[in-house]
């Protein structure tokens, strides 16, 4: 009571301490990096480009949709869809002040446009028919159909189109500013005269070249002040935009054990007499994970342990276990026979992509099949109606084929299956077939063999795995520095340290190690720690991606981290060691040359005078000199029969004497030059404009947050 009547005569106090507590958590939540207004966004929001926001979800939900059917490649469709939104959002703001954009007619024409060349290239290469390469107008004109009728929102396909209809819209502002920018890009006269000037004034040189491996590298002692001079001299080389850091890292790699091989191999031999028994191939094989190919192969086509078996041995007989690649394998003889060279055959395709378009095309193929039977109609006739290829106006023939030069269902149906003049049906890529083999040509009488096959990975078991793992913590545990971690792994003759690239904070690939969810995890904890030569305590764990197990532990470590800028010695000088001892050599033998003579400086390494005729300034590369641009740059500016100093090149040492010097007129086809210039020009603007309003814009990425 005593202190509820003292907070009743202070009640200010009481005010004062409550807006206190509640500026303090809003002071928070200004500050947060997700949330605030200092965070420059709130929970979702991994981005904003010029005043757009990148909402999470939305990134999400277009990823999902776009790419619910694609690979394992997850880190780098998400950096092409993070570019996709950012160049979205600068060419929207571009479009709005240039006063472009994109009609629902030529919209229209960019997706469904019976010409070619105004098809959207997005279209063409998701919708182009995988062996002609030609744009699937079939496919296309469904989906137009449905847009039209107002059914293509409401289907599974509808979702996707619309993000779609936005990457061809952003594809083709892109390709209107392109053309804005690279139409305003002019050649002036004097630019031609230089280029011509430099093209065809032309220059004989002779040339001694000494390696750098005159000098042996225990020669050389590197000091620090050798790396900050080459990087002075080199500075325009060693500047970058973002912050980058390194790590040290050492890779415990899993093998199967003795044990684990004698144990798996011994499970398929238990499996050989239950093989020869079984009396369905088909069923024993899928119950143990085996593979049986309705193709048939040549002798040279098998593994060499049981080829010779294969075309000697009974039907039924089962060869093995041997090993196959990584696996332990075992093959069954289900048939052999000599196959054709050739086969001639018909075809009417009724075109599905869908399933639900799959089975209505396997009943009209059943109908078709029906008519043909009973007399009523001829295949050519039905080809011609009802064919959606190619081949309909010619009665589906499709001539004479060499195996494999058809879709496998197909090929395998023809060749091996199919009876001459008799009717089947064959579902593939493209849709249902209809078949008829009207023709058989055997040349070779080669026979070959229908195989079943069951395998079993050569792969470490749970308590490999386990024993490695151990090492791996242990390891870690008793190495908490850089220098503990490199001494140790020196000492163990199965661990060599990586020292990685310069990785940025949204990298997802390290060498060694590729990309994936793992390698993201290492460059998260690596921009979350600043304690340069620290261990992370975390012992990062790599799957094998086809068999799933454990097959590698990672111990990383941050070496360094480099601000925005130019780089310091101590973060590029493992990958400048070898220029700047290349650097060191170089001066090394040029104190050595003291001649002007190319014949006596040749004699003195023992090497030979090199020549090397028409050479001129815009060259690209030269025999011997390759690319070597201070060789062609440094006789350029020689008179005729003037000798150069001894120069540091790319390959070594160079002394240069200029023969023969043959200098052009100016053209006197300005025109026509400025035609071919004006093209290469404006060849590098396509790729590099994108890059360019990117690096003018103001771009908050914060997708490390998120992924």
Known sequence: MALIGKIRRNSWLLIVLIGLGLGGFIIMDMFNSQTGAFGAGNQTTMGIVDGNKIDYNNFSRTEQILYSNAGSDVYGRRDYLWNHFVEEALLKDAAEDLGLGVSRDELRDLQFSPDPNKISELIKARFSNPTTRQVDYAQLNNIQQALDRGELGKS????????????????????????????????????????????????????????????????????????????????????????????????????????????????????????????ND????????????????????????????????????????????????????????VVPDSVRARHILIRAQTPQEAVIAAARVDSLKNLIEAGTNSFDSLALAFGTDGTASKGGDLGYAGPNTMVKPF???????????????????????????TGRKYINNDEAVRVAYINKSIIPSETTQKTINNEALEFVAANRTVDEMVKNASENEDL??????????????????????????????????????????????????????????????????????????ADVKDDIETLVKNQKKGESIISKINSQDLSAIASQFSL????????????????????????????????????????????????????????????????????????????????????????????????????
Do not use: C
């Open 496 to 569: 060599e340290v990586y020292t990685s690239k310069a990785l940025k904070r949204n990298d997802f690939v390290i060498e060694k190690l590729g990309s994936g969810e793992e390698t993201r995890r290492i460059i998260r904890w690596l921009y979350k720690n600043d304690e340069i030569n620290k261990v992370s305590p975390e012992v990062y764990v790599f799957q094998n991606p086809i068999e799933y197990y454990e097959n590698k532990y990672v111990i990383v470590a941050l070496k360094s981290i480099q601000k925005p800028g130019q780089v310091s010695v």
């Open 156 to 279: 599974p396909l509808g979702p996707y189109w619309a993000l779609q209809e936005k990457e061809v819209i952003k594809e083709r502002l892109q390709g209107k500013v392109v053309n804005m920018v690279s139409k305003a890009m002019y050649v002036p006269n004097w630019m031609l005269e230089a280029k011509h000037y430099e093209q065809n004034n032309k220059f004989d040189i002779a040339y001694v070249q000494i390696p750098f491996d005159e000098v042996s590298d225990i020669d050389i002692d590197l000091e620090d002040s050798d790396y900050s001079n080459y990087l002075n001299d080199n500075k325009s080389q060693y500047v970058q935009d973002e912050e980058t850091r390194r790590i040290v890292y050492t890779i415990f790699d899993v093998f199967p054990s003795k044990e684990d091989s004698m144990k798996l191999r011994q499970e398929m031999v238990d499996l050989v007499p239950k093989f020869r028994d079984t009396e």
């Open 608 to 707: 030979q005078v090199d020549t090397f005729t028409e050479m001129f300034l815009g060259i690209r590369a030269t025999r011997d000199v390759g690319s070597d641009l201070k060789v062609v740059s440094t006789a350029y500016y020689l008179n005729q029969r003037e000798v150069s100093k001894p120069f540091v090149g790319e390959k070594g040492v160079y002394v240069v004497k200029v023969l023969k010097k043959v200098e052009n007129p100016v053209p006197s086809n300005i025109a026509g030059m400025r035609s071919v210039h004006s093209i290469e020009l404006r060849s590098p603007v396509q790729p590099q404009l994108m890059d360019a309003i990117k690096k003018e814009a103001d771009i908050t990425d914060k997708r490390s947050l998120f992924y």
């Open 282 to 337: 088909t069923t024993f094989v899928e119950n143990n994970y085996g593979s049986i190919d309705g193709s048939y192969v040549k002798k040279s086509q098998l593994n060499p342990d049981v080829a010779d078996d294969m075309f000697e041995g009974e039907i039924g007989s089962v060869y093995g276990p041997y090993i196959a690649g990584s696996n332990y394998q075992v093959a069954k003889l289900l048939d052999r026979k």
């Open 411 to 437: 090929n395998d149906l023809i060749f091996y299956q199919a009876e001459e003049n008799k009717l089947y049906s064959v579902a593939t890529q493209f849709g249902i077939h209809l078949v008829e083999v």
